[in-house]
């Protein structure tokens, strides 16, 4: 009798180990497709930015309302030299030509500033989360004289990087604060990307 009792319960239990380890596994497929469903939000490939497109001639950028201008560093660029993206912030908006592909880059950035601008930041951060999800790649690099943040999305043929970076308080700059977005002409385009 006592062999027999003991059987059952180890039996009882195998079969209670094995209910407690399906259940945890239900649960945690239910949690990671909960979070796959935050991070892949279905938007838009913009395919360039606003109406400059990926492939376009600098002709057809320019009937489009692009125009030369000479950028912070004081390059020649082609695109527009002011546009008011945020209330009282300007942007410059380089387009950047290669060959005969046409245009496939644009950086869009904060015009020559003094200040940090990580409000700015921290506005474009969120309004790409909400637009394209939770980013593919970010990093937070610390440097002695400054910090360094950069967030990547894909979405269809596009590829979008926000850089930010900000001298440290304080401490003697080797370069100005900069918040810039680019948008890259991506040539593999994989179809879970779509």
Known sequence: MNSYFIRFASRAGVALILAWMTGMLI???AGADERVRVQTVKAADPKGWRGFHWGMT???????GAHPFVDAEGERRLGLSRVELLPGKTFQVDLRFFSSMGLNAVRVSLAPHGECARGVYEILLKDFREKYGREMESRDLDYPNSTYRSHDWIVGSTKIVLHHGCPKPGRPANSPPTTHIWYEKRFEVEPWNQ
Not at 58 to 64: I, L, P, V, W, Y
């Open 27 to 29: 649960a945690f497929h």
């Open 58 to 64: 600098e002709r057809q950028a320019k009937k489009s």
